[in-house]
């Protein structure tokens, strides 16, 4: 079975533009969380999403926005880029959508903010 | 809400030398995950510890949870090459909001 797949791999960007974000999860999974990754940190959690529901939201600007797809693949969506928004972002899926679960990363999608 | 530290930040070993991380958390944890990341890559799953004193084996990794659930330790036997990487704690906070810890790398010298 495929793991979790994110698009694109990488990604380059100037301030100010806006970002998708795509990640589809392990078949059968139906929960999909995003994490930041910046550089020498352990990530950091944006958002949950179970059933087409946020289920959670991390410390981050109102820029930052997801959605989840009756298909649970998600995509992450990120508006008036700074230099700071440059980090490997994360999609993990999970069967279910609460109690602790072991959570499968993607690859992530390397963006850098020009 | 939950936070924990790693310590060290920094590990470098010979190859076959032995390797442990620390997790420490202010508050009691309900539960902790272990995760690995290769150089490059994605964290993978290693473990997930929820009950008290608990210690659980992999091959040559030993993970334990603290008595009073506020700690967490992975020790590496004999490391090898391929255990190079950085290792994280995480315990869940709410629903499925993992908190990791800053990590600790470990590289070896073959």
């Known amino acids: 079975d495929a793991g979790v797949t994110q698009s694109p791999t990488h990604l380059i960007k100037t301030r100010g533009q806006h970002v998708t974000l795509r990640c589809s999860p392990i078949?059968?999974?139906?929960?999909v969380s995003w994490y930041q990754q910046v550089l020498g940190q352990g990530p950091q959690f944006i958002f949950q999403?179970?059933?087409?529901?946020?289920?959670g939201r991390g410390n981050f600007p109102d820029r930052f926005s997801a959605r989840q797809f009756p298909n649970y693949s998600s995509e992450l969506n990120v508006n008036a880029l700074l230099l700071g928004d440059s980090a490997l972002y994360l999609c993990?899926?999970?069967?279910?959508?609460?109690?602790?679960?072991?959570?499968?990363f993607g690859p992530g999608t390397r963006l850098t903010v020009l | 809400g939950q936070q924990v530290m790693q310590i060290p930040q920094y590990q470098h070993v010979q190859e076959g030398e032995d390797f442990t991380t620390y997790c420490n958390s202010s508050?009691?944890?309900?539960?902790i995950q272990w995760y690995k990341q290769r150089p490059g890559g994605h964290p993978v799953f290693l473990i997930q510890l929820v009950k008290s004193g608990e210690v659980k084996k992999q091959k040559r990794l030993t993970f334990q949870f603290g008595e009073a659930k506020k700690n967490s330790s992975l020790h590496i036997t004999a490391t090898q090459t391929t255990d190079v990487g950085t290792y994280f704690c995480a315990p869940f906070q709410g629903a499925q909001k993992l908190v990791f810890g800053q990590g600790t790398r470990l590289t070896i010298n073959p």
């Open positions: 078949s059968g999974h139906k929960s």
């Open positions: 993990a899926s999970s069967p279910t959508g609460a109690g602790v679960a072991e959570q499968f």
């Open positions: 508050t009691t944890l309900s539960n």
């Open positions: 999403y179970y059933e087409k529901e946020e289920r």
